[in-house]
């Protein structure tokens, strides 16, 4: 379709932002709620960005980088994901579920890129021995110069693939109805695999009684008109509750293992 | 290895108390810990870099600089956001000039609880509850989502730097003690919370997989997810969710495999028309399919 070169541009230099601001600056504006809507504005349709980008954020949730582990990358994720909405007029649960062979690639680019900075350290251990602030410094401009620039060059690559693909993918979504549909609802599906991964992390077996009342609570408050927008915030604070609760239990019945009068140090 | 040749410092008079704009400037610089994350080494370098000025102000004799700022390097992965409490602690140590191994082991093993304690606080609950608010705002096209999205997370993660700052700095050495003996107690009151937002999302957010299967029957067409909703409301989230789970720990699934499950399911589910939605199934079936 419309391929512009500004657009181009102003893409690559917010995508250099963006691949660094997933790992270190914020570490909050790279997230797809807060990112497609600015990737919108560039493309010239904000609206579609908020709504992309509220429903990428949902599917993220649990998709986090936890643990040193890499999940779909939200960065490249979302940009492609915004120009199928974008250019190629795609509903936005279809243009997430499509856009997730591109995420899957940017996590690849990820560990690619974590392995190379493993070369720097020897230069940072020199800087290090020589007592050289600077040297250090270096060593992190470095590393982000490669991190964003990598990425600023996949995203020119999305953006130019994406666009000369927007026809295509018109053409599609107009005849195959049923695979945009199919994408539509995979694409609402895969925040099942965050809770899963949440839940690997987190549930011990006595927990059971835990998750399922979190499940009933949400259904009973958020079928309740006055209270369903608040929904989740309710939910945190007794869940807060029993947090404490358990801290308190476990902590008492510690200290009771030790005899009753440990002071806890 | 060079830096184990030292164990202690050459210049062992403790330094004077860091002042609050060395501090401060730390918990800024604590923002890019991950900056040069890499796997030999993961946070070394970002980690140094964001001890720099205080290390600077402590070691005022060069050799003993070198000494540090080598150890500094040592490997390290925590959270990113709970990182200055490992700084704080780290940098009183220092500051007393403690003997340089303690040091090392001290932020080992403070590091290494902080991270899973943080990711359960920061990254599982604080985080899905603020997109469960503002998410939908933006899909009703309100900027107020984003914004009040930045501006909670951000603030929430900046206060966490600060106050985890300056109390383990103040602190000192006794809240390694504090956190490293309830370290396990933590967690799992952490995780207790976490599990039950979890299942708050599986049918506050999951509500929009279910089943599209409309039995034409005259006036009263029969809609199949009707009658599931009276066994259970969300059964569909709820048991996809588990299925998740199940195949991750027992299986040893990969995010990405599961992604790729998740796609053959609703294109095949949308070839039969099975799923909700407003789209023509590819396969001719004696049934509507509804949204």
């Known amino acids: 379709m419309d391929f512009n070169i500004v657009e181009c541009v102003l893409l690559a230099i917010l995508t250099f932002f963006f691949a660094i601001d997933q790992f270190s600056l914020t570490e909050i504006v790279y997230r797809p709620i807060i990112a497609c809507p600015i990737i919108g504005i560039i493309l010239g349709d904000m609206e579609t960005g908020l709504a992309v980008g509220g429903a990428y954020e949902l599917m993220m949730v649990g998709n986090m980088p936890v643990g040193g582990a890499q999940p779909p990358n939200a960065v490249l994720g979302g940009i492609v994901a915004m120009v199928f909405a974008v250019k190629a007029n795609m509903d936005t649960n279809a243009a997430l579920g499509a856009c997730m062979i591109f995420a899957t690639f940017g996590q690849y680019v990820v560990t690619l890129t974590f392995t190379i900075m493993s070369g720097l350290m020897a230069k940072a251990d020199k800087a290090a021995e020589e007592a050289n602030p600077r040297g250090i410094t270096n060593v992190l401009n470095i590393s982000m110069l490669i991190l964003g620039s990598l990425f600023a060059v996949i995203a020119v690559l999305a953006y130019t693939g994406g666009t000369a693909m927007a026809d295509t993918l018109q053409n599609l979504s107009d005849n195959a109805s049923w695979l945009m549909g199919g994408l539509s609802m995979a694409g609402l599906m895969m925040r099942f695999v965050g809770f899963g991964i949440l839940l690997k992390i987190m549930f011990a077996n006595d927990m059971w009684g835990y998750l399922l009342s979190g499940f009933a609570l949400a259904l009973v408050i958020g079928n309740i008109e006055a209270t369903a927008s608040a929904t989740l915030i309710l939910i945190a604070f007794i869940g807060i509750m029993l947090a404490v609760i358990d801290f308190k239990l476990s902590s008492m019945s510690k200290n009771a293992g030790n005899g009753g009068m440990s002071d806890g140090i | ?291």
């Open chain 2, 1 to 291: 290895m060079a830096s184990n040749e030292f164990t202690t410092y050459k210049d062992t008079t403790p330094a004077a108390r860091l002042d609050n704009k060395t501090l401060n400037k730390m918990v800024w610089r604590s923002c890019q810990l991950q900056a040069a994350f890499n796997y030999e080494r993961m946070q070394s370098a970002g980690w140094l870099w964001s001890m720099l000025p205080g290390l600077q102000k402590i070691h005022t004799n060069k050799e003993d600089l070198a000494t540090s700022m080598t150890h500094n390097m040592d490997f390290l992965n925590t959270h990113p956001f709970a990182v200055t409490f490992v700084m704080g602690m780290v940098l009183s140590m220092e500051q007393q000039k403690v003997d340089i191994q303690t040091i090392r082991s001290v932020r080992v093993s403070t590091a290494a609880p902080l991270g899973g304690i943080g990711d359960a606080l920061f990254w599982m609950t604080l985080i899905p509850i603020i997109a469960g608010m503002t998410a939908n705002m933006a899909i009703e096209g309100s900027l107020l989502g984003p914004i009040l999205y930045f501006v909670i997370a951000f603030g929430c993660e900046m206060a966490l730097r600060y106050g985890l700052m300056y109390w383990s700095y103040n602190m000192g050495t006794k809240a390694v003690t504090m956190m490293t003996a309830y370290a396990k107690e933590i967690t799992h009151a952490a995780s207790v919370l976490g599990v039950f937002v979890i299942g708050a999302l599986i049918s506050n957010m999951g509500a929009g997989a279910k089943l599209g299967v409309s039995i034409p029957n005259g006036e009263n067409p029969i809609v199949v997810q009707d009658y599931l909703n009276k066994v259970l409301p969300c059964l569909i989230p709820l048991l996809f969710t588990l299925m998740c789970y199940v195949l991750i720990k027992k299986k040893g699934f990969t995010p990405v495999k599961l992604i790729g499950l998740f796609l053959v399911i609703g294109i095949v589910g949308a070839i039969f028309g099975i799923w909700a939605g407003s789209y023509t199934p590819l396969v001719p079936v004696p049934w509507d399919v509804v949204a």
